[in-house]
């Protein structure tokens, strides 16, 4: 699926993005830049099981991407 998204900088500078949505599934999103530069991987829980960043972190390269992978810091206990 092929999204157009359009930012406002400062409320008066439109910046238009599309982004590629390449893979989902309920409580989860894989979204790409055209180019296959970056790629998000979206959960809906902040601290996803490791089973499931696995498994997402394998299917990102199935699909080709072959970048450096970054993961962000869980959220502390008692956040979300």
Known sequence: TKIHIT????????????????????????????????V???????????ALIDQLTAEVKRLGYTGVLEFPTPFPPGMK
């Open 40 to 50: 998000n991987i979206y959960t809906r829980d902040p601290r996803p099981p490791q």
């Open 7 to 38: 930012y406002q900088l400062f409320g008066l500078i439109p910046i238009g993005r599309t982004y590629w949505i390449l893979d989902h599934a309920e409580g989860w999103f894989i979204q790409a830049a055209p180019s296959f530069t970056h």
